[in-house]
């Protein structure tokens, strides 16, 4: 956000010098042809503007999901350790009673 502030103040310092270099740097020669370059130029930063917020917005948004996604495969994978912790230590202790059932 902070290029598109600067490349904008670049942009309106470029529009404000081409619009005294084209009226012999007098104002009082403001025609209509000058007033619908200014709406033109409006509407033009409006339309990258509103450009730039949407794919801005769609790559915010694709990186959020990216970031639960891993927050939520990360849970799971401690979830798998504890489980597999859990069979390793039965397997390690047997219970003396299910041996002792079987021999009967």
């Not at 005294?20 to 339309?47: D, K």
């Not at 927050?71 to 003396?96: G, H, M, T, W, Y």
Request: proline fraction near 2%.
């Amino acid at each position: 956000m902070k290029n598109l502030t600067i490349i904008g103040i670049l942009l309106l310092g470029i529009s404000g010098l081409l619009f005294y270099l084209t009226t012999n740097l007098e104002v009082e020669e403001f025609t209509l042809s000058h007033f619908m370059g200014i709406m033109g130029g409006v509407g033009i930063g409006l339309i990258i503007g509103g450009i730039v917020g949407y794919v801005s917005k769609g790559s915010s948004i694709k990186a959020e999901q990216k970031r639960k996604e891993w927050q939520r495969l990360q849970q799971e994978k401690i979830e798998i350790e504890q489980q597999a912790a859990e069979l390793a230590q039965q397997n390690v202790n047997p219970n003396p009673n299910n041996s002792e059932n079987s021999n009967l």
